[in-house]
């Protein structure tokens, strides 16, 4: 079991940039990472996730955030650019067991509390 705390959220304008950090309890080299959002009155969506084999984002937000893992210092990083007042939501980290989790049923085994991020236009 791994506990995930983020930080990094705010409130900024359209067109800015912001780095979430999730900081975890114990090692994540084992677990897929992924950082998920949920508006008001939305479903939760997959944001981008990592495995060892590589990386995926939802579609609105491909070419605009990067997602990366620094294992050594048990950190995972959410880097998003180009921001848009649509990318407003509360952010949260997730491990899961399995790429799988993350990739295809677009979940995780445990979550951080969230962060929020809202963008002004």
């Known amino acids: 079991q791994v506990q995930l705390v983020e930080s990094g959220g705010g409130l900024v304008q359209a067109g800015t940039s912001l780095r979430l950090s999730c900081a975890a309890s114990g090692p994540i080299v084992n677990y897929a990472m992924g950082w998920f959002r949920q508006a008001p009155g939305k479903e939760r969506e997959l944001v981008a996730g990592t495995w060892a084999s590589g990386t995926n984002y939802g579609d609105s937000v491909k070419g605009r955030f990067a997602i990366s893992r620094d294992n050594v210092k048990k950190m995972v990083y959410l880097q998003m650019n180009s921001l848009k007042p649509e990318d407003t939501a509360v952010y949260y980290c997730?491990?899961?067991?399995?790429?799988?989790?993350?990739?295809?049923?677009?979940?995780?085994?445990?979550w951080g509390q969230g962060t929020q991020v809202t963008v002004s236009s």
């Open positions: 997730a491990a899961a067991n399995s790429w799988d989790t993350v990739a295809v049923r677009r979940t995780g085994d445990f």
